[in-house]
């Protein structure tokens, strides 16, 4: 199949085309252009066609679309960098979608678009039963379920043959930056989490089943289900430094939205849950652990950063 990926060298995207690429598509990644899109973009060189081009332009989006049977339409700014400037995130998140949509609509033969959401449009439930069912209510809680919600909308009523992916929390193969994000989610919160070639693996899955016209809820399943404290503890450890205090994070009564999901009939359809949170959290700290200078620095470093880190806790400064 022809298929086009856009945003191909994010987190998502490089797993998916490598699970693609691995099952005989003829892939087309579209990204924009940064050093770090360069580089994975080296590492499948001769394996994908790479067009580099703006979501928000329409002539470039129609470009890459062109001859394609399929997009996955990945391309995104996702927190917390969507709150940073919510006027770019607008323009490249809705009106990218709506430029990704357009460009289809206007082929002989329209692609298929796979749309991926976010488990974060089901809001704040940590008072409700889990797990989370794709029937349940959505509702917007700040620009990036806005966002979501919206492309979601847009596709359904385009006329296309659609389908939704909403992903659990896909943990990236490379450092995270330490961000004054990390306080606002409760200790206890539940999260589902899924790895990132396990995400990879139900979009390429995808492409050979039954997926069109429906809401999909992708996660790692009961084995990826834990709380935030957890994840948390588990990250820092591996690096060797010690959590924050309980006292630096939100409070129970601040709900976070993010919960367990109901993956039975995804995982039945498409079979792609082949990690667990053990070994999620193992390959992080393989593709994440400090080289070179760095490792040998790093027992000089720690009190430093956990300083650093404490201090971006609105909770602590309060007091
Ligand atoms: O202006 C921009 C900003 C970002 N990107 C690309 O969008 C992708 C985003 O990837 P990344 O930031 O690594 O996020 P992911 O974790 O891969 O996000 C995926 O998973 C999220 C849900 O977990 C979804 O919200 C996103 O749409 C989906 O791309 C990257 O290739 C970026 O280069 C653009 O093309 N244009």
């Known amino acids: 199949m022809r298929i086009l990926v856009t945003g ?14 691995e099952q005989g598509h003829t892939v087309r990644a579209f990204d924009r252009r940064t050093k770090a899109t360069e580089k994975k973009a080296n ?3 001769g394996k994908v066609e790479t067009i580099w081009g703006d979501i928000r332009d329409s002539q470039s989006v129609a470009e890459a679309v062109k001859g394609q049977e399929v997009i996955v339409h990945l391309a995104y700014i996702i927190p917390p960098a969507v709150d940073e400037n919510p006027t770019l995130a607008q323009q490249v998140n809705v009106e990218g979608t709506r ?16 749309f991926s959401s976010s488990l974060d449009v089901f809001g704040p439930t940590q008072d409700k039963e889990p797990p989370r069912h794709v029937t349940d209510p959505v509702m917007a809680t700040d620009e990036y379920t806005k966002h979501k919600l919206a492309g979601e909308e847009m596709l359904k009523s385009s006329g296309l043959e659609w389908a939704i992916y909403r992903f659990g929390d896909v943990p990236p193969l490379e450092p995270r930056q330490i961000h004054p994000i990390m306080y606002t989610i409760p200790l206890n919160t539940r999260l589902e989490m899924i790895h990132t070639h396990d995400v990879g693996l139900a979009i390429a899955n995808g492409m050979r089943s039954p997926i069109w016209g429906k809401v999909w ?8 289900q834990i ?3 957890d994840y948390l503890y588990r990250s820092l450890a591996q690096v060797g430094i010690q959590p924050p205090p309980d006292e630096a994070f939100a409070p129970d009564s601040k709900p976070y939205c993010t919960d ?6 995804s995982q039945a359809l498409l079979q792609y849950q082949r990690h667990t949170f053990d070994e999620i959290m193992r390959d992080v700290a ?16 720690r009190p430093t950063v956990r ?4 201090k971006l806790s609105p909770y602590l400064q309060k007091k």
């Open 99 to 114: 430029n990704v949509i357009e460009a289809a609509k206007a082929q002989p033969q329209p692609p298929k678009v796979l």
């Open 307 to 310: 300083r650093q880190m404490l």
């Open 286 to 301: 393989d593709a994440t652990r400090p080289k070179g200078v760095v490792a040998l620095l790093m027992p000089l470093l």
């Open 8 to 21: 191909a060298f994010g987190n998502v995207g490089f797993s998916a085309i490598q699970a693609l690429i």
């Open 260 to 265: 367990w999901l109901d993956t039975t009939e």
């Open 227 to 229: 709380r935030y404290r």
């Open 217 to 224: 809820l992708i996660g790692g399943g009961p084995e990826c």
């Open 43 to 45: 590492r499948v060189h």
